[in-house]
């Protein structure tokens, strides 16, 4: 039964991971730069041009490009040490050091990343945990409609939800135009605004993941034993005590599974920042990757993968605890 | 009673490839296999293409937004996926960076009578590329607004500052002025655009290190600091799209946006206050420069290295025929085509006024998108107010030194 999931594991997983890492490492040739003219409709310009059989014949001999150890890693798109060390040196304050990573493209990425799932996860597994509560309590005739209604948001594909959303929230669109009115400033733009745009990001990524927990949770009250709450109820606790101190223990493994499946999920943060063309005030590091992959006409393959390893890292160190703790419930458990 | 079908399918072909063959596109039994770009004027291109092939032929197009993602992968497959390239002065740089396109000098010496001379894009003393039509970004105003706030039609952007600050005081409109700065991509060409009115150069000559990092860099932000002031807030998110929307719903009076859009902005959609006061002229000059403070782009094809020269030469000869001077009996005002016996009309000036003053062509560097690229990412920061200019600048220079260092540019 092993071997054939240890292939599987091996083949789907650990050898794309293995290519994107060994890719990593490598830059691209020199280029063998010669310069020449072009013309055409508008002229003849003086220019500069790869000489491509030159180049190829680098290519041939070494089909992987230059070994580069971890110099991507450490340049000044991604962890850029020395641009780091410089700006911890002449900082004057903790904000003063933030803003001169919030400078930095991996930085900003990873800033805004961690700060979408810290906030995102939460939310869903306590708005998720509400609504499960509150329909449960609901007669039985209008559960169906409300469970309906509830997963509508995760029904939505997050590319189409955000644009959406993006129509909407316009200057001249209904939300946008309404909060413009609100706050009585007609210049108000939830797009132009850096703590606006990661509010709206932070608030479509609660509203399209709750019904995710809610539906678990939703499920996991079903089995809720019925002699234990009445025992509780017999005891004299209230609503409140009941929920706090025998409905969450018993979701509680859930709890620990939405929430791995949240932090990954939320780590990874792409559409949403396409669908609301965020991408001036906010990136995350799926978001960078893409843009190394399709912004341009030249395509960054190492630098790509290098995000993608940074990535696959701090998934790793985020969702270890939540492991962790698994692991060892677990082990309790078996013990009795 | 085999023979009947047979005969039967013969015949359809030969009565089906008959407009073909007395169209002058004598090929048989091969391929043209088209990858373009998704608008209007190309659409009657690749489509006169497809009538020259015929049914005796395989014939295969793919018109889409994405083809500059598709292009380089599906050219380097042997056979290429497609014979056909249709790409413009940016997006030929990979083709030729990775030896994908073949020189066609043979094949324009056998059937390329019909072509002018300035039409062969030569890489080099190489033709690499057959260009039908010009693009270019340029000024857009609305001639009632204007003459409401009693202004001239501005030639310089000094003077479209002061025209839109006078709209704005006048009350005519909030935000007067739209220009195509979504980051990514068009803010960088907006700035790629400014710095050409300056006159100076990319790059230090010969080599691919950046010389932006200037005070002509400097002057080319604020200028544009300046402009999207008297845009709508959520101007980091204005594609050419939107400018055309906003244009058309009259909720701007200068804008600054592509000349192959001035058919949808003065015709289209536009209401008719806009249909009615659409006028397109050059780009405007900055900070004294001679110029207009634009690029000037052309759209051509190009044919895979990696397919047989009897693919080769059928393609060639459908795509001359795509661009027929022919093609202007019904498709003149889609484009503005560097064809024989084009007159260009109202919505094609603005582009001929900046080649006839000359305007530089966007420039055909292998580092080039690089650049355009890391600019269009590190400006919003900067129009947004949160960052000083020289700052930015910084930024791009750095970002840009290691791309370019990760791509072998730069050591």
Redesign the interface.
Known sequence: MILPSLAAMILFIALPIVSVFVQSLFVEHEQVLVVGENCGPFGCTPTTSVDFEATEKLREEKPLGRYAGFSTYLGRNHLATSDVAAAWGSSEGIGDFISSLMNLRFYKALIFTLTFTAMVTPFVVLLGLGTAVLVNALPQIVKGPTIFVTLLPMIVTPLIGSLVLFWMIDARGILGATLAELAGDPDLSLKASLPLTWVMLIFYGIWHSFPFAFVILYAGLQTMPQDTLEASMIDGANRWQRLRYVVVPHLMPLVVFISLVQLMDNFRVFEPIVGFQAQANATSLSYIIYDDLRGGEIQLFGSAAATSMLTILGVAVLVTPVVVRTWRDFKQRRRI | MTMLPKLTIAALAAAVALPAWAEGCSFENTSVRILSNDFPALHAVNGRAQDCVGDGNEFVLNQTSEH??IQ?PALQANPAEYTVAVVA???I??L????LIRPLDDLVEKHGASLKP????????KTMAI?FM?NSQHLFYRKDILEAAGLEPPSTYEEVLAAAQAIKEEGLM?HPLTLNT????HLGEEFVNMYNGFGEEF?K????EPSINNETGVATLEMLKSLVQFS??????FDGNTTNALWSSGEAALAIQWGSRAAQMMEGQSIDVVKENTVVAGMPTVGGGATPAST?W?DGFTLAKNISDEEAEASFIAMVHGIQPKLLEVHADKAIW?LDGYTPGPGAIGVIEN?NRG???Y????FM??L??VL??EL??FL?G??SAE?ALA?VE??Y???A?????L?
């Open positions: 500059k993602n380089v002065n940016g997006s740089v990979p030729i960076n990775e030896g300035t039409q062969l894009i030569k890489v080099n003393g260009a010009a909030d979504a980051v990514g991509w790059f000559p010969g080599t691919a709508n807030p959520d101007f980091l998110t000037l052309w560097l080649a305007t530089p062509a420039p055909m560097l292998p998108g690089l355009h690229g269009g990412n919003g920061d947004q949160r960052e700052q930024d750095a970002s030194i290691q791309q260092k990760e791509q072998g540019f050591n």
